[in-house]
C-alpha cells in the first residue's frame, strides 16, 4: 500500500484537475493536429435531441467524457480513504481514546492489495463487455486498426476508467465497513445528543457524494443515442450504491442508538411498573405525578431517532441527487452554444 503520508500530501481535488486537464489538453491538441475538426461542422452534428448521433462529433464528445471520469475517479477514490482517515479523528471524544490510539486508528483505514487486484480485475472484464452495450455495435471493437483517433480515446480510457470505479466502490465498502466496527468501541451513548457520532454521518455522505459525482460525469453521455442501456445499467446500480454507501458508515452505530435506546426504555418501564404498585398507598397523587412524568420521558425515549442523521443531512442528500440533472442541463446547453459558435 501508498504510505499514509505520500496520500495525505495529495489534494484530491488537484488530483482530478490536473489528469482530467491534461487529457483534455492532449486530446485537443492530437485532434488539431490531426486536421479533425473541419469534419465537426457537419450539419445536424450539433443537435442534442437527435435521433440518431454518429460522427466525429459524437466521438469527440465521448472522448472528453472519458477524459473527465479519468480525473474524477482517482480524486474521489483518494477522497473516501482520506475522509474515512480524517472522521476517524474526529471520534476521539466518542472513542474515548487518545490522540495516539485515535491516529493508530485512523492509519488503519486502509485497502488491502489483494483485493485491489481482484476488483480491478473485474472492472478490466467489464470494460471489454462494454463496446458490446452501446449502438451501433462496432464489428471489431478490440483491434487498434479499426480504431479512429477518437475512438482510441474511449478503447485506452475505458479500461482504466472501469477499473477506477470498482475500486473506488471497493473504498466506500471498506472504509464504511471499518467505521462501522469503530462503534463498537462507543463506551456511552447518550440517545438525547448523537453530535458525537456526526462524522459517521459525514462519511456516509461523502459516500454518497461520491458516487452521486460519479453519476453526474456519466451522465453527460445521456446526451448520445446508443448509451440507454448502459446508462440504465450504470445509473440503477450507482443510486443503488449511493442509498448503501450513505448507510453502511452509520450501520454499527445505529445499532448501539437502539441498544441503548431499549436501556433506557427498559428502565422508564421498570420505574412504571414499580410506581403503579403504588397507587393504592396514602401518596397516590404524589406517585401518580410520578407516572405522568415516567411516561413522558419514555415517550420522549420513544421520539429519538435511530440513526444519527439531522434535518441538514436530508437536506445534503436531495441537493446532492439534484447535481446529475443540473449536469445534464448544462451538457445540453453547452453543446447548444458550441454549435452556435462552430456552425
Known amino acids: 500500500m501508498v ?3 505520500i496520500l495525505e500530501r495529495v489534494s484530491p481535488l488537484w488530483l482530478g484537475i490536473t489528469v482530467s486537464g491534461s487529457l ?14 473541419g469534419a465537426l461542422q457537419i450539419e445536424g452534428e450539433f443537435d442534442p435531441l437527435a435521433r440518431v448521433s454518429t460522427g466525429v462529433l459524437r466521438d469527440v464528445r465521448l472522448a472528453i467524457v472519458h477524459c473527465l471520469l479519468a480525473g474524477y475517479l482517482p480524486a474521489a477514490f483518494l477522497h473516501v480513504i482520506l475522509s474515512g482517515r480524517r472522521h476517524v479523528l ?9 490522540r ?4 493508530a486508528l485512523s492509519a488503519s483505514v486502509r485497502l488491502g492489495t489483494r483485493a485491489l487486484v481482484i476488483t480491478g480485475a473485474i472492472g478490466f472484464a467489464f470494460a471489454l463487455a462494454g463496446p458490446y452495450m452501446v449502438q451501433p455495435v462496432p464489428t471489431t471493437p478490440w483491434i487498434p486498426s479499426t480504431w479512429s483517433p477518437e475512438v482510441t480515446w474511449h478503447r485506452l480510457l475505458g479500461p ?3 477499473i477506477l470505479t470498482w475500486w473506488l466502490g471497493y473504498a466506500v465498502v471498506s472504509v464504511s465497513a471499518r467505521m462501522s466496527r469503530l462503534a463498537t468501541r462507543i463506551s456511552h451513548i447518550d440517545v438525547f445528543d448523537l453530535s458525537t457520532l456526526a462524522p ?4 456516509g455522505l461523502t459516500n454518497a457524494l461520491s458516487l452521486v459525482g460519479l453519476i453526474a460525469v456519466w451522465s453527460l453521455m445521456l446526451l448520445e443515442t446508443g448509451f440507454g442501456q448502459m446508462m440504465l445499467i450504470n445509473s440503477g446500480a450507482a443510486l443503488v450504491a449511493t442509498a448503501f454507501a450513505l448507510l453502511y458508515p452509520v450501520r454499527g452505530v445505529h445499532q448501539r442508538i437502539r441498544l441503548a435506546k431499549e436501556a433506557e426504555l427498559n428502565w422508564a418501564n421498570g420505574q412504571i411498573a414499580m410506581c403503579r404498585q403504588s397507587f393504592q398507598t396514602s401518596n397516590a397523587d404524589r406517585h401518580r405525578g410520578e407516572m405522568a412524568d415516567l411516561v413522558a420521558y419514555r415517550s420522549l425515549i420513544e421520539s429519538t431517532p435511530d440513526w444519527p442523521f439531522t434535518t441538514s443531512t436530508y437536506t445534503r442528500l436531495v441537493l446532492y441527487m439534484l447535481i446529475p440533472v443540473v449536469s445534464w ?3 445540453i446547453f453547452a453543446e447548444e452554444v458550441v454549435g452556435r459558435v462552430l456552425v
Do not use: D, H, K, Y
Not at 29 to 36: I, N, P, S
Open 24 to 37: 483534455l489538453v492532449i486530446l485537443l491538441v492530437t485532434e488539431t493536429m490531426l486536421g479533425r475538426w
Open 3 to 5: 504510505n499514509r503520508g
Open 329 to 331: 442541463g448544462l451538457g
Open 160 to 162: 482504466i476508467i472501469s
Open 200 to 203: 459517521f454521518t459525514r462519511q
Open 90 to 98: 474526529m471520534l476521539q471524544e466518542a472513542l474515548g481514546c487518545t
Open 100 to 103: 495516539q490510539e485515535c491516529e
